[in-house]
């Protein structure tokens, strides 16, 4: 299909089958898979890299290739958009924030998970599974970034975000010569 006409940011989604003509049954043979396929203007061509195999085709008993001839065709379904599209704006200067959440006495955290005090723009939390948490439970301290979703903006579904979480943790020993530390 032509697509210079077409408008700016323009997308069709088909099912297509593409046949092969069995010249001895007098019957097309369907090749295909049956799953939807998006052309747009970055994708404008499908298709089936290995279609047949060359021995079948050529073999005059299978049908296909008949005193030097062969018949192809397709057939394509254009149908409804399936699945909602998503679209990524980037901000150009987006927030930064940083927030710091000191644990104290980590041995007397007796509860399954902290979280912290809300920060940022959007009220982010740090949540804190200082036994772990699902897989993990057990064998290793969890630590996540939450956000709300009251806290998503009206028309925005979905917020892409970059975000580091670094643990810290301080203690204060003396060592002495022997390679021991002193209590």
Not at 69 to 96: H, Q, Y
Request: aromatic letters at 14%.
């Amino acid at each position: 299909m032509e697509t210079s006409s077409l408008p700016a940011g323009w997308e069709v989604n088909v099912i297509f089958n593409f046949l092969i003509y069995n010249q001895l049954e007098d019957k097309y043979d369907s090749l295909q898979d049956g799953r939807v396929r998006r052309y747009h203007a970055m994708k404008t061509k499908w298709g089936i890299t290995k279609c047949i195999d060359m021995k079948s085709f050529h073999h005059p008993p299978k049908g296909y290739l008949i005193d030097d001839t062969c018949v192809f065709g397709a057939e394509v379904f254009v149908v409804d958009c399936v699945s909602k599209g998503e679209c990524l704006s980037m901000i150009k200067k987006p927030a930064t924030c940083y927030h710091l959440w000191k644990i104290n006495i980590f041995s007397n955290l007796l509860k399954e998970s902290y979280e912290s005090i809300p920060f940022g723009d959007y009220n982010w939390k740090i949540l804190f599974f200082p036994n772990g948490n699902a897989e993990a439970e057990g064998n290793s301290i969890s630590i996540f970034l939450s956000l709300p979703k009251s806290s998503i903006p009206d028309g925005t579904s979905k917020l892409f975000v970059k975000f580091i979480l670094h643990i810290e943790f301080t203690s204060e020993r003396l060592f002495a010569a022997s390679g021991r530390d002193c209590p």
